[in-house]
Protein backbone atom coordinates (compact mmCIF):
# COMPACT_ATOMS: atom_id res chain seq x y z
CA UNK A 1 0.00 0.00 0.00
CA UNK A 2 1.35 3.28 -0.55
CA UNK A 3 0.81 6.07 1.48
CA UNK A 4 -0.35 8.70 1.29
CA UNK A 5 -3.59 7.62 -0.97
CA UNK A 6 -3.71 10.34 -3.95
CA UNK A 7 -6.13 11.39 -6.26
CA UNK A 8 -6.02 11.71 -9.78
CA UNK A 9 -4.32 14.31 -11.90
CA UNK A 10 -7.77 14.79 -13.28
CA UNK A 11 -9.54 15.18 -9.82
CA UNK A 12 -6.47 17.40 -8.73
CA UNK A 13 -7.42 19.80 -11.83
CA UNK A 14 -11.10 19.67 -12.06
CA UNK A 15 -10.40 21.09 -8.01
CA UNK A 16 -7.86 23.53 -8.78
CA UNK A 17 -10.18 24.92 -11.55
CA UNK A 18 -12.67 25.31 -9.44
CA UNK A 19 -10.65 27.45 -6.78
CA UNK A 20 -9.79 29.71 -9.83
CA UNK A 21 -13.35 30.19 -10.76
CA UNK A 22 -14.16 31.23 -7.10
CA UNK A 23 -11.28 33.78 -6.80
CA UNK A 24 -11.41 36.87 -5.41
CA UNK A 25 -10.26 39.84 -7.63
CA UNK A 26 -8.69 42.74 -5.40
CA UNK A 27 -6.74 45.58 -6.48
CA UNK A 28 -5.14 47.28 -3.54
CA UNK A 29 -2.47 47.88 -3.46
CA UNK A 30 -1.94 46.12 -7.26
CA UNK A 31 -4.21 43.73 -8.76
CA UNK A 32 -4.69 40.01 -7.56
CA UNK A 33 -6.96 37.35 -6.66
CA UNK A 34 -7.33 34.99 -3.44
CA UNK A 35 -7.97 31.33 -3.52
CA UNK A 36 -9.45 28.87 -1.15
CA UNK A 37 -9.43 25.07 -1.07
CA UNK A 38 -7.12 25.32 -3.58
CA UNK A 39 -6.09 21.96 -4.17
CA UNK A 40 -7.58 18.25 -2.70
CA UNK A 41 -6.71 17.13 1.10
CA UNK A 42 -5.27 14.55 0.07
CA UNK A 43 -2.59 16.00 -2.80
CA UNK A 44 -1.93 18.27 0.41
CA UNK A 45 -0.79 15.61 2.49
CA UNK A 46 0.70 13.99 -0.45
CA UNK A 47 3.39 17.42 -0.74
CA UNK A 48 4.02 17.59 3.10
CA UNK A 49 4.92 13.89 3.29
CA UNK A 50 7.69 13.93 0.44
CA UNK A 51 10.95 12.88 1.71
CA UNK A 52 12.66 16.49 0.97
CA UNK A 53 14.15 18.07 4.04
CA UNK A 54 13.99 21.60 4.53
CA UNK A 55 17.51 23.10 3.55
CA UNK A 56 19.38 24.37 6.12
CA UNK A 57 20.50 27.76 5.16
CA UNK A 58 22.96 29.51 7.53
CA UNK A 59 23.13 33.59 6.99
CA UNK A 60 21.10 34.97 3.44
CA UNK A 61 21.03 37.84 1.48
CA UNK A 62 17.12 38.11 1.45
CA UNK A 63 17.11 36.10 -1.78
CA UNK A 64 16.69 32.39 -3.05
CA UNK A 65 19.25 32.82 -5.69
CA UNK A 66 21.90 32.83 -3.42
CA UNK A 67 20.89 29.20 -2.75
CA UNK A 68 19.54 27.64 -5.75
CA UNK A 69 21.65 24.41 -5.76
CA UNK A 70 19.56 23.51 -2.53
CA UNK A 71 15.68 24.70 -4.15
CA UNK A 72 13.22 21.96 -4.69
CA UNK A 73 11.80 22.21 -8.30
CA UNK A 74 9.32 19.22 -9.26
CA UNK A 75 11.51 18.35 -12.37
CA UNK A 76 11.50 15.12 -14.38
CA UNK A 77 13.84 13.30 -11.77
CA UNK A 78 11.25 14.23 -9.10
CA UNK A 79 8.03 13.41 -10.53
CA UNK A 80 10.32 9.99 -11.72
CA UNK A 81 10.63 9.84 -7.90
CA UNK A 82 7.45 10.20 -5.97
CA UNK A 83 4.10 9.69 -6.93
CA UNK A 84 3.00 13.18 -5.72
CA UNK A 85 5.18 14.72 -7.83
CA UNK A 86 4.04 13.05 -11.09
CA UNK A 87 -0.14 13.96 -10.01
CA UNK A 88 0.48 17.61 -9.34
CA UNK A 89 2.78 18.69 -12.19
CA UNK A 90 0.35 15.87 -14.57
CA UNK A 91 -2.73 18.32 -12.90
CA UNK A 92 -1.17 21.69 -13.93
CA UNK A 93 -0.12 21.07 -17.18
CA UNK A 94 -3.80 20.00 -18.31
CA UNK A 95 -5.36 22.18 -21.11
CA UNK A 96 -8.53 22.82 -18.76
CA UNK A 97 -6.30 24.35 -16.04
CA UNK A 98 -4.46 26.27 -18.82
CA UNK A 99 -7.78 27.29 -19.97
CA UNK A 100 -9.27 28.70 -16.58
CA UNK A 101 -5.84 30.38 -15.54
CA UNK A 102 -6.29 32.32 -18.90
CA UNK A 103 -9.83 33.09 -18.08
CA UNK A 104 -9.07 34.20 -14.56
CA UNK A 105 -5.96 36.10 -14.95
CA UNK A 106 -6.08 37.48 -18.55
CA UNK A 107 -3.31 35.97 -19.50
CA UNK A 108 -1.96 33.86 -22.95
CA UNK A 109 -0.47 30.21 -22.11
CA UNK A 110 0.57 29.28 -25.04
CA UNK A 111 4.11 27.91 -25.68
CA UNK A 112 4.64 28.73 -21.45
CA UNK A 113 6.18 25.65 -19.21
CA UNK A 114 5.37 25.05 -15.95
CA UNK A 115 7.43 25.65 -12.84
CA UNK A 116 6.68 24.49 -9.43
CA UNK A 117 8.84 25.02 -6.61
CA UNK A 118 8.45 23.73 -3.17
CA UNK A 119 9.81 25.63 -0.58
CA UNK A 120 10.10 25.13 3.05
CA UNK A 121 11.81 27.86 4.81
CA UNK A 122 12.62 27.93 8.51
CA UNK A 123 13.87 30.44 11.44
CA UNK A 124 16.03 32.65 9.69
CA UNK A 125 14.73 33.15 6.66
CA UNK A 126 13.50 36.11 4.87
CA UNK A 127 13.27 38.03 1.29
CA UNK A 128 13.51 41.56 0.66
CA UNK A 129 10.78 43.31 -1.21
CA UNK A 130 10.96 42.80 -4.62
CA UNK A 131 9.41 42.41 -7.97
CA UNK A 132 9.24 39.16 -9.95
CA UNK A 133 10.44 39.23 -13.48
CA UNK A 134 8.39 39.34 -16.78
CA UNK A 135 9.28 35.80 -17.69
CA UNK A 136 7.16 34.83 -15.20
CA UNK A 137 3.15 35.03 -16.93
CA UNK A 138 1.68 34.74 -13.37
CA UNK A 139 2.85 34.12 -9.90
CA UNK A 140 1.43 32.32 -7.52
CA UNK A 141 1.76 30.90 -3.73
CA UNK A 142 0.15 28.15 -2.27
CA UNK A 143 0.14 28.04 1.33
CA UNK A 144 0.62 24.61 3.55
CA UNK A 145 1.80 26.00 6.63
CA UNK A 146 0.57 24.43 9.76
CA UNK A 147 0.95 25.09 13.24
CA UNK A 148 -0.40 27.98 15.84
CA UNK A 149 1.47 30.62 14.35
CA UNK A 150 1.27 29.70 10.69
CA UNK A 151 -1.62 32.50 10.17
CA UNK A 152 1.92 35.02 10.42
CA UNK A 153 3.89 33.78 7.91
CA UNK A 154 1.79 35.19 4.86
CA UNK A 155 3.73 36.80 2.19
CA UNK A 156 4.24 40.72 2.94
CA UNK A 157 2.63 43.26 0.33
CA UNK A 158 4.42 46.74 0.01
CA UNK A 159 3.62 49.58 -1.98
CA UNK A 160 5.21 51.58 -5.08
CA UNK A 161 7.96 53.24 -2.35
CA UNK A 162 8.18 49.80 -0.69
CA UNK A 163 6.42 50.38 2.18
CA UNK A 164 4.66 47.76 3.53
CA UNK A 165 0.77 47.93 3.84
CA UNK A 166 -0.36 44.30 4.18
CA UNK A 167 0.32 40.82 5.00
CA UNK A 168 -1.19 37.79 3.19
CA UNK A 169 -3.17 35.03 4.85
CA UNK A 170 -1.13 31.93 5.05
CA UNK A 171 -4.30 29.96 6.24
CA UNK A 172 -3.64 26.86 5.20
CA UNK A 173 -4.62 25.93 1.25
CA UNK A 174 -5.08 28.67 0.25
CA UNK A 175 -3.33 30.95 -2.51
CA UNK A 176 -2.89 33.90 -4.08
CA UNK A 177 -1.60 35.27 -7.65
CA UNK A 178 -0.68 38.09 -9.56
CA UNK A 179 0.72 39.40 -12.78
CA UNK A 180 4.41 40.36 -12.35
CA UNK A 181 4.59 44.68 -12.76
CA UNK A 182 6.12 47.21 -12.02
CA UNK A 183 4.48 47.46 -8.75
CA UNK A 184 4.21 44.45 -7.32
CA UNK A 185 6.54 44.55 -4.76
CA UNK A 186 6.11 41.84 -2.23
CA UNK A 187 8.91 39.92 0.10
CA UNK A 188 9.16 37.97 3.85
CA UNK A 189 9.86 40.11 6.63
CA UNK A 190 12.26 38.22 8.81
CA UNK A 191 10.28 36.66 11.78
CA UNK A 192 10.53 33.86 14.19
CA UNK A 193 9.17 30.77 12.22
CA UNK A 194 8.97 27.82 14.78
CA UNK A 195 8.58 24.65 12.88
CA UNK A 196 8.37 24.96 8.86
CA UNK A 197 6.76 27.60 6.87
CA UNK A 198 5.95 25.45 3.71
CA UNK A 199 4.25 26.33 0.50
CA UNK A 200 4.46 26.03 -3.40
CA UNK A 201 5.04 28.81 -6.00
CA UNK A 202 3.68 28.01 -9.29
CA UNK A 203 4.07 30.00 -12.62
CA UNK A 204 4.01 29.54 -16.36
CA UNK A 205 7.25 30.97 -17.64
CA UNK A 206 8.46 32.00 -21.25
CA UNK A 207 12.10 32.39 -22.51
CA UNK A 208 13.46 30.89 -19.19
CA UNK A 209 17.29 29.99 -18.64
CA UNK A 210 17.19 27.62 -15.68
CA UNK A 211 15.45 25.13 -18.17
CA UNK A 212 16.33 22.49 -14.67
CA UNK A 213 13.71 23.91 -12.94
CA UNK A 214 10.77 23.17 -15.42
CA UNK A 215 8.01 20.20 -14.52
CA UNK A 216 8.48 19.59 -18.75
CA UNK A 217 11.27 20.91 -19.82
CA UNK A 218 10.31 19.68 -23.64
CA UNK A 219 6.53 20.10 -23.23
CA UNK A 220 4.93 23.71 -23.97
CA UNK A 221 1.27 24.92 -22.81
CA UNK A 222 -0.67 24.29 -25.94
CA UNK A 223 -2.14 26.99 -27.91
CA UNK A 224 -5.68 27.59 -27.52
CA UNK A 225 -6.32 25.75 -31.01
CA UNK A 226 -4.68 22.72 -29.90
CA UNK A 227 -6.61 22.75 -26.25
CA UNK A 228 -9.63 22.72 -28.26
CA UNK A 229 -9.26 20.51 -30.94
CA UNK A 230 -10.30 17.62 -28.74
CA UNK A 231 -13.07 18.87 -27.85
CA UNK A 232 -13.99 19.55 -31.14
CA UNK A 233 -13.04 16.30 -32.12
CA UNK A 234 -15.83 15.09 -29.62
CA UNK A 235 -18.44 16.86 -30.73
CA UNK A 236 -17.94 16.27 -34.23
CA UNK A 237 -18.11 12.11 -33.19
CA UNK A 238 -21.37 12.55 -31.22
CA UNK A 239 -23.04 14.25 -34.02
Not at 95 to 111: K, S
Not at 203 to 223: K, T
Request: glycine share 4%.
Amino acid sequence: MNYPPLPEASAVASHFCAALGKAERAEDPYLHWKLSNVLPEQMCTGVLTLPIAPPVLGKTDGTRDTYNQTRAFITPELRSQFPACSVLADALQRPEVAQQLEQTCDIDATDSFLRIEYIQDIDGSWLEPHRDIPEKLFSMVIYLCTGPEAKNWGTDIYDADQKWVAQASAEFNTAVIFIPGDNTWHGFDQRPIRGVRRLMEINYVRDWRDREQLAFPDRPISSKEERAAPYASAGMRAS
